[in-house]
């Protein structure tokens, strides 16, 4: 089992930035990616970002690139999500998630984004 912690989240002005880390505990071992989806009000949840343990790589969605970084420590305990020129748009429940060998998958209970215009 993998457990995830987001946190973070808050009330952002518009231009502004924030970042948001998920700190992981359990199996971490087992992990080989962990990413950040978000869900708006109202809408599905969609991918933000993914990175690999493996060669470190990084993969977004066309609607952040440029503006949204994912990072992780040396010891794959804690990832980031740091987000640049936020827009009102971006304002939803970002979730962490962990995928693991098996075919497993493990999500956060998610931290709470909120940009005013």
């Known amino acids: 089992q993998v457990q995830l912690v987001e946190s973070g989240g808050g009330l952002v002005q518009a231009g502004g930035s924030l970042r948001l880390p998920c700190v992981a505990s359990g199996r971490t071992f087992s992990m080989y990616s962990m990413g950040w989806f978000r869900q708006a009000p109202g809408k599905a949840r969609e991918f933000v970002a993914r990175i690999s343990r493996g060669d470190y790589s990084a993969s977004y969605a066309d609607a952040v690139k440029g503006r949204f970084t994912i990072s992780t420590d040396n010891a794959w305990n804690t990832i980031y999500l740091q987000l640049n020129s936020l827009k009102p748009e971006a304002t939803a429940i970002y979730y962490c998630?962990?995928?693991?060998?098996?075919?497993?998958?493990?999500w956060g209970q998610g931290t709470q984004l909120t940009v005013s215009s």
């Open positions: 998630d962990a995928m693991v060998y098996g075919a497993s998958e493990y």
